[in-house]
């Protein structure tokens, strides 16, 4: 604990919160190792909402069977709270080093993917993947923050379009998945909270149902 005492009651029914929705998902009483609640403890002062948190562990329930406890759960929470999966920890200067052929090779793969998907869901992220490749192509120094915006905007389109992509059958699959967490927590957090969790597990689930690689480089 921090010493600070209001501090530390939030700490406290943070890792209540998140004792609860584990011991509800497994089904027999739970309470955080030292390591799972050193990753706890790591999310409230990052200021993960906890809405995130329960969401982000619902979510690693729903699709990896090997989940059981806050450990397994942590790359679907990290990657809820940055909006997609995060690339391995690298320098700015490594990265734009390494990126250009990695960013070719990642939009070539987005673009034949989108290439099989139906055109009318996916025209408007496809024509921006094609732009994208154009300036790639001629630029031996591209303005790498222009271009770090650019993808991480042509990810967001593309998960926004996945989700309206989905065949009716699983989507109606994913809504239940959804309802089921809303459901859960509706009265333990923030609405506006557990709205915008959702939406991003949605969408996330939505991407990795259409198998849609990310690009960006954040």
């Known amino acids: 604990m ?18 609860t929705a584990l011991r509800a998902r497994r089904g027999r009483d739970h309470a955080l190792s030292p390591r799972d609640f050193a990753i706890a403890k790591g999310w409230h002062e ?17 699709t990896e069977p090997n989940a059981s406890s806050l450990a397994f759960c942590r790359r679907r929470v990290d990657e809820l709270a940055a ?19 990695e960013v070719q090779e990642m939009l070539g793969a987005l673009r034949e993917r989108l290439l099989e998907l139906p055109r009318k869901s996916f025209a408007l992220p496809l ?22 915006g650019k993808l991480s905007e042509i990810d967001e389109e593309v998960s926004a379009a996945a989700l309206e992509a989905l065949p009716t059958e699983e989507a109606a699959v994913l809504q239940a998945e959804v309802d089921r967490t ?9 609405a506006s909270s557990l709205e915008h969790a959702l939406l991003r597990v949605r969408r996330q689930r939505a991407r990795e149902i259409l198998r849609l690689p990310r690009v960006s480089l954040v």
């Open 2 to 19: 921090t010493g600070d005492p209001e501090t530390d009651a939030e700490l406290r029914a943070y890792v209540e919160a998140i004792e």
């Open 83 to 101: 909006g997609g999966p995060r690339r391995p920890s690298r320098s700015r200067l490594e990265v734009e080093r390494a990126s250009l052929p």
């Open 127 to 148: 024509q921006k993947v094609l732009d994208v490749q154009d300036l790639v192509a001629v630029a031996a120094k591209p303005n790498w923050e222009y271009l770090r």
């Open 46 to 62: 990052a200021e993960v909402p906890l809405a995130t948190v329960l969401v982000g562990i619902d979510h690693a329930f729903e």
């Open 182 to 190: 809303a459901a859960r927590h509706h009265a333990r957090v923030d």
